[in-house]
């Protein structure tokens, strides 16, 4: 069946490094992918989405890679900070049940 | 801009009571869908609306039931409760045609069953 998954629980990073967390999707048809952030306690916020028609998209200081040939895309945040220590899934959408989530990557930010 | 609300933010109920979880969605937005979260796991679907319908169902017991009403709120319903029902229930909405891919969440209600 379809799915979409990260390949690491847990990433831990220095202050002030690149993070980059993972995801992987089994779907080929897979057209649209969002990245979502959640906080302790706090509901998922959209961070960046990107469609199939594209490889790379940037926002602020994160960017999305989409590799379509093996299905995987990362997301890159630059400079991390103590505020994007946080679980961040990878989901698509699609269907009556609003979004299909992968495994959370919760993100360790370390002094 | 406006957000999701959820209220109430936190609730403590005792086994076999009911419980009243609420959604306001983004104005205009006119599909709303439940999840729930325990601790340390993904979001699980539990059911849906889209323009004050079911439109699908997910993981929710039985003992669960949900509405939509004329001004788009939606309020899950849960009786019986158990403690496995503790989690953090949260509810998302859609917007309206095109690009409405994309959910919004709210806070979520933080629900605790002794």
């Known amino acids: 069946g379809e799915s979409v998954g990260l390949h690491l629980p847990t990433l831990s990073v220095q202050e002030g490094d690149n993070s980059i967390i993972n995801c992987a999707y089994s779907?080929?048809?897979?057209?649209?992918f969002i990245w979502y952030k959640q906080e302790s306690g706090k509901g998922p916020q959209f961070i960046i989405d990107?469609?199939?028609?594209?490889d790379k998209r940037q926002g602020q200081r994160v960017t999305v890679l989409l590799n379509k040939t093996v299905k995987h895309l990362s997301l890159q945040i630059a400079a991390t900070q103590p505020g994007d220590s946080a679980v961040y899934f990878c989901?698509?959408?699609?269907?009556?049940?609003?979004?299909?989530f992968g495994k959370g990557t919760h993100l360790i930010i370390q002094p | 801009a406006a957000g999701v609300i959820q209220s109430p933010r936190h609730l403590i109920k005792e086994k076999r009571e009911t419980a009243t979880l609420k959604c306001y969605p983004i104005?205009?937005?006119?599909?709303v869908y439940w999840y729930q979260q325990g601790p340390g796991q993904d979001p699980q679907f539990l059911i849906s609306?889209?323009?004050?319908?079911?439109?699908d169902k997910g993981s929710i017991p039985d003992r669960f039931s949900a509405q939509q009403f004329s001004d788009y709120h939606s309020e899950l319903n849960m009786s019986s409760l158990e403690l496995g029902d503790s989690a953090l229930y949260f509810c998302?909405?859609?917007?309206?045609?095109?690009?409405?891919?994309?959910?919004?969440f709210g806070s979520g209600t933080q629900l605790s069953v002794l």
């Open positions: 609306f889209y323009e004050k319908m079911q439109s």
């Open positions: 779907n080929s048809a897979s057209d649209y």
């Open positions: 990107i469609r199939s028609n594209m």
């Open positions: 104005p205009r937005h006119d599909t």
């Open positions: 998302a909405s859609r917007p309206r045609g095109q690009g409405g891919e994309k959910l919004f």
């Open positions: 989901a698509e959408p699609g269907g009556a049940d609003g979004l299909t």
